[in-house]
């Protein structure tokens, strides 16, 4: 190692009247940024030579740019040299380089990835939460907003919406479906509790309307309906089915797509729900055309078309069916079944004597179920008579035009009907007193007496009860049928 050194600093140079050569000893005598080069054989600053700055270095000289070899001024170039402000910021540099190499956890781009990876974990997870919650409700089919959108409104004591003398109805204070469900996954989730009670970010909670609507979009759009429309363009060949429907003031047009999928299940999926402007043929053929053409699914492989018969769909010139058909030659149109059904039936109910027969089923249906006490009456009566309580089900309104999809009403009234004329014997005229208890045989008014016995009339006659189960047989087919179509 001597006879290394002694033949590295060997080369000596007249200075200053005599000769002169670098000495080992000055690395102990000035830092580690101070070092030798034999090839040049000069000394240099390795901090400044390989940190300064490109703008800066043009400045600088002697020890960055070139060797420092004029020995017999050492003292005052390589003594000053650590006094600069420029070898200061090179040495800090250089510092910072070596701990990135040595310990390259600790580096600030390091510490930045880690934090910022952190955020995007605890970001992904809490959206995990949101995304789930969105879904719930999506298949439970239950709203997600609620009239007072603040998780902190249901902590307030219910005494505060107590006696309002104004006389103005308060808000619930039920913050909706959506947060109340995100409150509940928080009490078994420590990160989310956290954030719901603290957002790191108060304009980033995840949590708002905007979120919600545009977590919909994107369940819907990128993932529910990409995955039909790629069951479609599998399938190849498809037939459209269209509606109008007026909802809040706003015509909606849902577009249904039907077809074969790859396990041979024939499918009906809605595909859109359009919000139009106007309901003409031109107006919807051309909605129908774009957003099939948006998504991809070329019009020419539509093979079939169903509407309802309204003269803007089913019109051999201007219907949409027509317009279609231009561009779907082979698209054939049919007028929808399910519609036909609906006013066939809904035709049939103008027969004056089905008619009477519905309108004194639903008033009966309404006599017990609008008055506990009638209700009450009903099922002790139905629980006696019945051989078992199953039996004895709610009776449910009935609604006459879309009846077809009604069955359970039918056949509750069928199977109680026995009970049903007996009921109105007790109220209207007390008859059956020592079968059923006081409290229900007893203290009914005259309007109710009035009431049942009409009913009753109503109810005993050949007519009715003809009809009735005329009506109830043929329904009872149209049940399998409804659900086919
Ligand atoms: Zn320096």
């Known amino acids: 190692m001597t006879n290394h050194l002694a033949t590295i600093f060997s080369q000596h140079s007249f200075l200053g009247g005599c000769n002169r050569a670098f000495r080992h000893k000055w690395f102990d005598e000035y830092g580690w940024w101070f070092v030798y080069s034999s090839k040049l054989d000069g000394a240099f600053c390795v901090c400044c030579a390989l940190f300064t700055k490109p703008a800066d270095r043009k400045k600088l000289g002697v020890?960055?740019?070139?060797?420092?070899a004029k020995w017999h001024h050492k003292s005052d170039v390589i003594?000053?040299?650590?006094?600069?402000?420029?070898?200061?910021?090179?040495?800090?540099?250089?510092?910072?380089?070596?701990?990135?190499?040595?310990?390259?956890?600790?580096?600030?781009?390091?510490?930045?990835?880690?934090?910022?990876?952190?955020?995007?974990?605890?970001?992904?997870?809490?959206?995990?939460?949101v995304a789930e919650t969105v879904l719930y409700c999506?298949?439970?089919?239950?709203a997600l907003r609620g009239d007072n959108e603040h998780l902190q409104s249901q902590r307030e004591p219910q005494s505060s919406n107590k006696a309002q003398p104004t006389g103005r109805t308060q808000p619930s204070g039920n913050p909706g479906n959506f947060l109340a469900l995100m409150k509940l996954l928080a009490n078994h989730d420590k990160k989310l509790k956290q954030h719901m009670e603290s957002p790191k970010l108060r304009n980033a909670t995840y949590l708002s309307p905007q979120t919600q609507n545009e977590m919909i979009d994107v369940i819907g759009k990128l993932m529910i309906q990409a995955k039909i429309v790629e069951e479609i363009k599998e399938a190849q060949i498809y037939t459209i089915m269209v509606d109008e429907v007026t909802s809040h003031n706003i015509e909606l047009m849902p577009l249904c797509i039907r077809f074969v999928d790859k396990?041979?299940?024939?499918?009906?999926?809605l595909l859109e729900i359009c919000a139009m402007a106007r309901i003409t043929g031109k107006h919807i053929a051309s909605?129908?055309?774009?957003?099939?053409?948006?998504?991809?699914?070329?019009?020419?492989?539509?093979?079939?078309?169903?509407?309802?018969?309204?003269?803007?769909?089913?019109?051999?010139?201007?219907?949409?069916q027509a317009l279609i058909k231009k561009d779907a030659p082979k698209a054939v149109y049919t007028h929808c079944s399910g519609h036909c059904l609906n006013l066939v039936i809904a035709h049939s109910c103008a027969i004056p004597i089905v008619r009477n027969?519905?309108?004194?089923?639903?008033?009966?249906?309404?006599?017990?179920?609008?008055?506990?006490?009638?209700?009450?009456?009903?099922?002790?009566?139905?629980?006696?008579?019945?051989q078992s309580m199953g039996q004895m089900k709610p009776l449910i309104d009935v609604c006459r035009t879309r009846w077809a999809a009604?069955?359970?009403?039918?056949?509750?009234?069928?199977?109680s009907f026995i009970h049903i004329i007996k009921s109105l014997e007790?109220?209207?005229?007390?008859?059956?007193?020592?079968?059923?208890?006081?409290?229900?045989?007893?203290?009914?008014?005259?309007?109710?007496?009035?009431?049942?016995?009409?009913?009753?009339?109503?109810?005993?006659?050949?007519?009715?009860?003809?009809?009735?189960?005329?009506?109830?047989?043929?329904?009872?087919?149209?049940?399998g049928i409804t659900v086919k179509l």
């Open 426 to 479: 007790v109220i209207s005229l007390g008859q059956h007193s020592d079968e059923y208890s006081q409290d229900v045989t007893t203290g009914w008014a005259c309007q109710n007496k009035v009431e049942a016995r009409g009913l009753l009339s109503g109810l005993e006659t050949f007519d009715f009860v003809i009809t009735f189960v005329t009506v109830y047989q043929f329904r009872s087919h149209l049940a």
């Open 79 to 129: 003594g000053h040299h650590p006094k600069k402000v420029s070898h200061a910021f090179a040495v800090q540099e250089a510092e910072l380089f070596i701990q990135s190499v040595e310990n390259p956890e600790t580096t600030i781009p390091i510490l930045t990835d880690s934090i910022r990876q952190i955020n995007m974990d605890e970001n992904r997870h809490i959206l995990k939460s």
């Open 406 to 415: 009604r069955h359970e009403a039918y056949s509750h009234f069928y199977n």
């Open 287 to 320: 909605t129908v055309k774009g957003v099939l053409s948006g998504l991809g699914i070329h019009l020419a492989d539509c093979r079939g078309q169903g509407y309802d018969g309204a003269s803007n769909m089913s019109s051999e010139n201007v219907g949409v």
């Open 63 to 68: 020890m960055i740019n070139s060797p420092f």
């Open 263 to 269: 396990d041979c299940n024939i499918r009906e999926e």
């Open 138 to 142: 999506g298949r439970q089919c239950i």
């Open 357 to 386: 027969t519905l309108d004194k089923m639903k008033s009966t249906v309404l006599f017990f179920t609008y008055s506990p006490k009638r209700e009450g009456l009903l099922k002790e009566v139905a629980k006696k008579g019945a």
